[in-house]
């Protein structure tokens, strides 16, 4: 898994985001971090995206190379068409309008010294937007969508509120220059389970009323099978599995989704709550998960390998690419779990030799 | 979780519970008033016993956990109750007497394990610290045992390890470590307070395996405390849900899960959301926040946000009652799965209350 390749990609012309072989790495003394390796989707209009994987796979980076922040360092970000990396600062801050970001801790990422109400109307005021009656006035509505009622909360500071109320904020705040796309990083992560579900529910409501679309990040895949009309599996900075999320949930066919899978039904959150419907899902895919492998030097091949049940020598020397497994569904493996396995892998199968190209 | 019978000490069995918890109160004097974050809780423990204790932030569940262990501020704490901990009554103890039971006798694991260790010393020291202290080892007994520990706790080379800092591990490594900390001198007692929350799905999956695979080899008793109903289903012998400082309902998981009385941990429940379920389904969420514990309204806390509230939950608050299975005991008026409970839940769909819409059907 963890592968290369754009076969997952769809109409250009349809998509609101398109992201092109997204490369994203920082430097760690005189070597690299790879963060985000040669990563391809796009999202529709209207359509929610869950980008799933665990902490360090990539998954925020990826979130946050969207609104160039920082910029990649290579690859292209098509938003509307027009590619976001090739833009001035000017330009960019205007495009940033467009695109919210809601973070994981919403306590954090409000000026802890400024009031509800201030917080609310400054994207309005750094823009010139409407009068300061008028901004107040859409500061009301806005808190009102999210349940939250202005006279008893404009005046307050973020310390006074709980994370859930924090969050409403947050979502209320986003929605204040009318953007097209949020990117919600680790949204529900910090919240107990009654308060995620009023969370889920508010974006949901959101997301339907104002026409959004969404990049949902997030390591929980219940809560990811919730929100999105697509997900993309994530591991190390690569790709491993894109579908429909029916398809995904019901047939997860990279042994990594798998074992994300079976984890999340042994662990937190989404337990007691059936077992998940693909097949031959064992307590075995998770016993072989160790740490991560470094990100400054990844294995050859599939980054995946290490900690692959299904590995073989193909997985060394070749790195997977992206194809089509099932309408629609797509992975990123040499021996995909239901599925043919890809022709490299027979290749080197009938040659013997794992180096022939 | 029967099998861990087979690990008995001999000497060990003992048929008094190890923990009985008797009516404890925990209140805060706080400038805003008095904080009742644990109100009447009593619940006892038996030996190689797991009990997980559920609830929402703010439910009272980590400050029950600590009032268990003593570990509470000096001063404007209200404490009544007794927690008899194997024959010892420790709300009654010196803080002399509790530090020769912290860490040997009940030993705890917190949430999250990078504070919970010390950032400038290496982590073999803080593992055998402990050691020498309360088990008087020699310096090289204790290391000895320190890489024994890491090892049962799933740490690749531990004897190199023990030099590394709290920083050179990941968050679920770390975790592994305060519980090789927390295990060292053979505690009768784990006080696991949301030992995952804030770690990955496979690396808390890993760790709550490593907790139970422990507690079955030690014949441990342990506290799981958690938000997360997922987690204790299949750990714990005995979950107790916890409301505004009170236990609500409390029984045999197996029991609790299947019949459960109170609304509250129906609506808990519900409030997962599940990999069964359709993509954009909305989610049965519980509504309004858990009331101050500092201004308690009366009758049954939970009657603001109940879908089966009538006016007597408003004015009277129900006791903890036993329903038909041993062992489980609920505190509601118009329990799930009763006639009264349906009809309450009828009434009040016909009159269009929030709450009651809001649990779906």
């Known amino acids: ?357 | 979780m029967s099998p861990k019978r087979h690990f008995v000490d001999v000497e060990d069995v003992d048929e008094r519970p190890l923990l009985q918890v008797d009516s404890l109160v925990t209140h805060f004097q706080t400038s805003h008033g008095v904080v009742r974050s644990v109100d009447g809780v009593s619940f006892t423990l038996n030996r190689g016993q797991t009990l997980g204790i559920v609830g929402e932030s703010g439910s009272g569940k980590t400050v029950l956990s600590r009032s268990v262990m003593g570990l509470l501020p000096p001063n404007n704490v209200i404490r009544e109750g007794t927690v008899m901990f194997a024959g010892i009554d420790l709300a009654r103890v010196s803080h002399q007497e509790l530090r020769g039971i912290w860490g040997a006798q009940i030993a705890m694991v917190f949430q999250d394990p990078v504070t919970a260790l010390n950032p400038v010393v290496r982590v073999g020291r803080q593992i055998t610290e402990s050691l020498r202290f309360h088990l008087g080892m020699s310096r090289s007994d204790a290391k000895e045992t320190a890489v024994a520990l890491l090892r049962s706790v799933g740490i690749p080379e531990p004897e190199e390890r023990l030099r590394w800092y709290p920083y050179q591990f990941s968050g679920g490594m770390c975790q592994r470590i305060v519980i090789a900390i927390a295990l060292s001198c053979g505690p009768k007692l784990l006080l696991a307070d949301e030992p995952t929350t804030g770690l990955d799905v496979t690396v808390a999956a890993q760790i709550l395996d490593l907790l139970s695979r422990l507690q079955q080899e030690r014949y441990m008793s342990m506290i799981l405390v958690t938000h997360d109903l997922g987690v204790v289903t299949g750990r714990a012998d005995v979950v107790a849900v916890m409301y505004a400082g009170k236990i609500v309902e409390i029984g045999p998981t197996e029991t609790l899960f299947g019949d459960m009385k109170m609304p509250y941990t129906e609506a808990l429940f519900k409030s997962a959301p599940r990999l069964a379920d359709a993509s954009h389904s909305m989610l049965p969420s519980i509504p309004g926040n858990p009331p101050n514990p500092a201004r308690l309204p009366p009758g049954c806390r939970f009657a603001e946000r109940c879908p089966y509230a009538q006016p007597r939950c408003r004015s009277e608050e129900p006791a903890l009652r036993p329903a038909s299975a041993p062992g489980h005991l609920f505190a509601c008026w118009y329990p799930v799965g009763t006639p009264e409970g349906a009809e309450a839940l009828k009434r009040n769909r016909a009159l269009g209350t929030p709450a009651a819409a809001g649990l779906g059907a």
């Open chain 1, 1 to 357: 898994m963890a592968g290369s390749g754009t076969a997952q990609l769809r109409d250009p012309a349809a998509a609101l985001v398109r992201v092109e072989n997204l490369v994203v790495e920082f430097p760690a003394g005189s070597r690299r971090v790879h963060a985000v390796s040669d990563v391809s989707f796009d999202v529709f209009p209207g359509e929610t995206l869950g980008i799933v994987g665990e902490s360090g796979c990539g998954k925020s980076t990826t979130g946050r190379a969207l609104l160039q922040l920082p910029r990649p360092t290579s690859g292209k970000v098509l938003f509307e068409g027009k590619d976001l990396t090739s833009l001035s600062r000017e330009e960019m801050r205007q495009h940033r309008t467009k695109i919210q970001i809601i973070f994981q801790d919403p306590v954090s990422s409000l000026y802890p010294r400024r009031t509800i109400a201030q917080l609310m109307v400054e994207p309005l005021d750094i823009w010139k937007i409407g009068t300061p009656e008028e901004r107040l006035e859409r500061a009301k509505a806005m808190l009102t969508e999210v349940s939250l009622d202005f006279e008893t909360v404009s005046w307050r500071k973020p310390y006074e509120f709980s994370i859930g109320q924090c969050q409403r904020i947050s979502i209320a705040r986003a929605l204040m220059l009318n953007p097209r796309l949020i990117i919600c990083d680790e949204p529900v992560s910090a919240l107990d389970v009654s308060v995620q579900a009023q969370i889920l529910n508010l974006l949901e409501d959101m997301k339907r009323r104002y026409g959004l679309t969404l990049v949902f990040i997030s390591h929980d895949l219940a809560v990811v099978k919730h929100v999105s009309d697509r997900v993309a599996v994530m591991f190390l900075g690569k790709l491993c599995e894109v579908a429909d999320s029916t398809s995904l949930y019901a047939q997860p066919s990279h042994p990594y989704t798998r074992a994300l899978l079976m984890a999340s039904v042994i662990s937190s959150r989404a337990v007691a709550r059936t077992e998940p419907s693909g097949p031959e899902v064992s307590r075995k895919d998770l016993e072989t998960q160790s740490e991560l492998p470094s990100s400054i030097t990844p294995p050859s091949g599939c980054r995946y390998r290490t900690r692959c049940p299904r590995a073989e020598a193909v997985c060394a020397a070749r790195e997977p690419i992206m194809r089509e497994i099932r309408p629609n569904h797509f992975v990123a493996c040499h021996f995909p779990i239901g599925a043919p396995p890809s022709n490299e892998s027979l290749a080197t199968n009938t040659n013997g030799d794992a180096n022939a190209r």
